[in-house]
């Protein structure tokens, strides 16, 4: 088991970014999405999800990148016409509640910068319907107007080709070896690609997930909420922040990896070597994080991880991925 000290743990760090992000978005609208870029949002439940999760249940739940398929599913493509760079602002607690302590770095990072853990940042769970089995992936509160939406990766809402949207989800910010600092919030809404839950297309596996308040309020006004910026392209100095929980995981406490993204490939994706593991789908690859506020812009949510080289993936983040967020973002 990981050392579960909040003093500093040394990771990688690639430099600063030269980004300047602002509180921008499309200057005009964009023309209408193709079938394999719209998104689909459904109702995902009563709000009642965490009765279903006992500490028992959330021990044994499976990292959630089993559900997704191999990423040598992935189908090389030219890359389709995106707009201008955009992005939307993260925002801070309104009444933040803990001190985020430190991330834990992956095993043989070497820096002197710590990486402190972040209030938007957690694990979540939910019941896969087609198999009925319990599993988890990571999870981030996205900055918007609900003050209630949370972005993962799209396997970790809807089982893709042949499956059907999860149930019993929630959302469990700062997660720490079965605490819970925030409580829990539960799903109402889910929404992801057409592609991914028609072909399980690793290029959309993209989703976000609107949630019901829990007793301290909306989410992101309880732990602040990350920004989210599209069509920075494939190179950007990043932080990544989840839960790996397969070894030399354990899925106790929040781990980082940083450095600069690259193309994998002709994939549509962006990819760093961190060597992170299941349980790490969904988790938020952050442009400029701020160390002290714990808040960045999300440009990436982990979609998939290759064993034998150690290089994580995630969707682009393009117009059709704002469009998404546009879709929700005051969705209640």
């Known amino acids: 088991m990981f050392d579960r000290r909040r003093w500093p743990i040394v990771g990688l760090v690639a430099g600063a970014l030269a980004l300047s992000l602002t509180a921008t978005a499309p200057a005009q609208a964009a023309a209408p999405a193709p079938a394999s870029t719209s998104s689909t949002t459904v109702a995902a439940g009563t709000g009642l999800a965490a009765s279903y999760w006992t500490a028992d249940r959330m021990a044994h739940a499976l990292p959630g990148d089993l559900l997704a398929p191999s ?43 710590a990486v402190s853990a972040s209030a938007t940042v957690g694990r979540a769970f939910f019941h896969n319907q087609t198999n009925g089995l319990d599993y988890s992936c990571s999870a981030s509160a996205l900055n918007s ?11 970790c809402v809807h089982g893709g080709a042949g499956g059907t949207w999860h149930s019993n989800w929630v959302f469990v910010p700062l997660y720490n070896y079965g605490s819970q600092p925030y409580g829990q919030w539960s799903a109402k809404y889910f929404t992801t690609f057409n592609s991914w839950i028609s072909s399980s297309d690793l290029d959309r596996d993209v989703g976000m997930v609107t949630m019901y308040p829990n007793s301290s309020g909306a989410l992101v006004n309880v732990v602040g909420g990350n920004g989210l910026a599209w069509n920075w392209g494939f190179y950007n100095p990043i932080t990544i922040l989840g839960y790996p929980a397969q070894a030399p995981y354990d899925g106790g406490w ?67 991925v704002y469009n998404m967020f546009a879709s929700v973002a005051n969705l209640t």
Do not use: I
């Open 71 to 113: 990423s040598a599913q992935s189908t090389p493509r030219a890359l389709p016409r995106t707009g201008a760079p955009g992005s939307v602002a993260p925002t801070a607690a309104v009444k933040p509640l803990k001190g985020p302590g430190a991330a834990h770095a992956r095993p043989g990072q070497v820096s002197t910068l």
């Open 145 to 155: 107007g609900s003050k209630e939406l949370v972005l993962t990766a799209g396997h």
């Open 254 to 320: 929040q781990q980082y990896c940083q450095g600069t993204t690259t193309r994998f490939g002709s994939e549509y994706k962006v990819a760093l070597q961190c060597g992170f593991t299941g349980g790490s789908s969904g988790g938020p690859w952050l442009l400029q994080y701020d160390n002290s506020t714990g808040l960045g812009y999300a440009n990436g949510a982990m979609s998939t991880l290759d064993y034998s080289t150690g290089w994580n993936r995630a969707s682009y983040f393009d117009d059709y």
